[in-house]
């Protein structure tokens, strides 16, 4: 499985953890059903959806935003790291 997820590129970056379950329970109910193991991917497919049902509502994910600023003077990062902390929930350096 994740050596089928290594030749896969993604063009943009999965920021929900649910998504990234959603790939993988897709991976691994094609290997199983191009494999024959159809009453296995049934099994998988249902016991994996009752876990999400269960889990879908206690995972909690923000909306990221990612903010690129280029400047030329490095007089500026401050004031722009205090305007920045001020309207931003967490901030990364």
């Known amino acids: ?8 590129r993604f063009r943009t ?8 379950v959603y790939i993988f329970w897709a991976i691994v109910a094609g290997i199983l059903c191009g494999a024959g193991f159809i ?13 999400l049902i269960i889990f879908i509502n206690r995972i909690t ?12 003077e490095t007089s500026i990062e401050n004031s722009l790291e205090h305007v920045i902390s001020g309207h931003a929930k967490k901030t990364f350096p």
Request: aromatic share 4%; net charge neutral; charged share 10%.
């Open 13 to 20: 970056p999965i920021k929900d953890p649910m998504d990234i």
């Open 1 to 8: 499985m994740v050596g089928a997820l290594s030749i896969v």
């Open 61 to 72: 994910v923000g909306n990221p935003y990612l903010l690129v600023v280029r400047y030329n």
């Open 39 to 51: 009453p296995l991917a049934i099994i998988g497919s249902i016991l994996i959806g009752l876990v």
